[in-house]
């Protein structure tokens, strides 16, 4: 399909970087990016600038759009005091999307570079890190659960117990507790005792500094980025994809500068050990792997969903002819490596073996949004029926959640079982059983896609496939508020989220998807006569 090129893009600098060359002559692929009419760019200085102008807007908007303290020492009741409130927020929130959509536009750019082989791994690192930075300091980002990670942090810190209750039962450090989203304020704590022990150094160290204590977490969280960095060019190698197009998708996406960091979320902390992990068993270090993905998931749970697939992948690294003697000679080692790993870990991260983030794994389902597919289509059916019958929603989501609960296990299961062959398939069936959990699963957050999504970044990917994960991660940051709040039931808001996700995921594949700047450019001047 033939596609008119980006003019600004065109422009950009060739100098500087030892970048890849353009192919020679012209090549259009079939459903892919015309590349007849891209320059080299062998580092596109105007589209990472682009995105750092887009990542300091946000920072500057975030001041008064985003998940500001109930009371704020930085703007307090200042001058600038009016960006948190009434036609002064609403500013803040047009220009924090404004930031946002040029961050998008500088992202999009950039991946048509890496699919036409013009840029390599060094320029999309360089843009992730510009893209980056301003976030680090900025005010959290379409969610406030970094304040319930420094109040059960806190709470341990006190000597209470976060799986038995929330942060209100404390009576010190009023700022962090105060900040805690109402939800979580009561209930108990879903993450592994490795990350209430990381939060805990963090309140240790900030004290009752909610500022300080956001961007020391987002600090601690580069170390599961660095982690991510570390390994995906090496699962590139094992898994056939292309490094650029890898860490533009895992690295420098919306969902990891604006979700993962901007947030931030331990998924991000989380993803560090699983992707090491994985790799080490694609390197034939199984000890290793057990080790670190059961580190993983003593920060959050989820991780543990690829443990049985690390299993069939050590057991097929065993000599032998029959498959089930060498899974029961790699099962029992790996159960008794995780077991010493978990009751450690466990022991040192909360000085007792406290088996109660169990029973609070369940907390989260108090979430209920339609972007968890059972609980949508519980809603779905509630609606239809309450139009004629004044019912109760709850029977209909929980039926639909429970059936969704089956169809998990059976389809967990089964790749299990399909993994049973070992190497890289079985960490395809891992990635993909870690998206179905998020997916079916309750609750599903936006964020949550990245536990499968990264391994499978390392993947090969088509051009129409690219396009489409551009789409579902605009979608994705879009449909909550900069302030945390969920957005998914504001049905003419999310009209617009999906016309901007669409045109985003066109804008891949053809800049200038609607001829808008085309049209412009052929719109006749007046005469001079």
């Known amino acids: 399909m033939a596609t008119t090129a980006d003019p600004a893009a065109e422009r950009e600098s060739s100098a500087g970087g030892a970048g890849e060359t353009a192919p020679a002559g012209n090549r259009t692929e079939p459903g892919g ?61 047009a220009l924090l999307y404004i930031g946002f959509a040029l961050v998008v536009w500088a992202w999009v750019r950039l991946g048509r570079y890496v699919i036409a082989g013009l840029v390599g791994s060094g320029p999309v690192l360089a843009a992730s890190a510009c893209w980056t930075v301003p976030l680090l300091i900025a005010p959290p980002l379409f969610t406030r659960d970094v304040f319930s990670y420094l109040g059960q942090g806190a709470q341990l810190l006190y000597g209470r117990d976060p799986y038995g209750t929330g942060p209100a039962e404390l009576d010190v450090l009023p700022d962090i507790v105060h900040n805690v989203h109402l939800l979580w304020q009561t209930t108990p704590a879903p993450y592994g005792p490795g990350w209430l022990a990381i939060s ?18 987002r600090l601690v969280m580069l170390i599961g980025l660095g982690g991510m960095l570390w390994a995906l060019p090496r699962l590139v190698r094992h898994l056939g994809g ?25 998924d991000l902390m989380m993803l560090g050990f699983l992707t090491i992990g994985v790799l080490a068993m ?16 003593l920060i959050k749970p989820t991780a543990g969903i690829a443990l049985p697939f690390l299993v069939w992948m050590w057991a097929n690294q065993l000599p032998g002819d029959k498959l089930w003697p060498r899974f029961f000679r790699a099962v029992i080692p790996a159960l008794g490596i995780f077991g010493v790993v978990f009751v450690a870990g466990t ?34 059916f509630f609606t239809l029926v309450h139009v004629v019958i004044d019912v109760p929603s709850s029977p209909f989501v929980t039926t639909a959640r429970m059936v969704g609960w089956v169809a998990l296990g059976v389809f967990l299961v089964w790749q299990w079982w399909q993994a049973r062959h070992g190497g890289t398939g079985a960490v395809a069936r891992a990635a993909a059983a870690l998206l179905a959990v998020s997916l079916l699963a309750p609750p599903t957050l936006p964020w949550y896609l990245t ?7 390392a993947f090969t990917w088509t ?66 006569d």
């Not at 022991?347 to 059972?374: D, E, H, K, M």
């Open 451 to 457: 536990w499968g999504f990264v391994l499978f970044s």
């Open 200 to 217: 805990q150094g963090v309140v240790a160290l900030t004290g009752n500094n909610p500022i300080a204590g956001v961007i020391v977490t």
């Open 242 to 266: 292309k490094l650029p197009i890898t860490l533009w998708l895992a690295v420098a996406s919306p969902m990891t500068v604006i979700h993962l960091i901007g947030g931030p979320h331990n």
């Open 463 to 528: 051009r129409r496939q690219l396009a489409l994960v551009v789409g579902v991660s605009v979608f994705l940051v879009l449909v909550f508020y900069p302030t945390g709040e969920q957005a998914m039931y504001d049905w003419w808001f999310m009209a617009g989220v999906f016309a901007v996700s669409v045109y985003a995921a066109a804008s891949l594949l053809r800049p200038d998807p609607l001829g808008l700047v085309s049209a412009w450019r052929r719109k006749p001047s007046r005469s001079s």
């Open 347 to 380: 022991w040192v991260s909360l000085g007792t073996f406290n088996l109660g983030w169990f029973a609070a794994l369940s907390a989260p389902q108090l979430i209920t949004n339609w972007l968890n597919f059972p609980s949508g289509v519980g809603e779905f």
């Open 282 to 297: 694609l390197e034939r270090h199984p000890v290793v792997s057990i080790v670190l993905v059961t580190i993983g998931m």
């Open 33 to 93: 990016l015309d590349t007849r009419f891209l320059t080299p760019a062998r580092f596109p200085y105007r589209t990472i600038a682009l995105g750092t102008v887009g990542s300091t807007l946000i920072l500057l908007a975030a001041l008064g759009a985003a998940g500001i303290l109930i009371r704020d020492p930085v703007i307090g009741h200042g001058p600038l005091s009016f960006i948190r409130y009434g036609h002064g927020k609403a500013l803040a929130t």
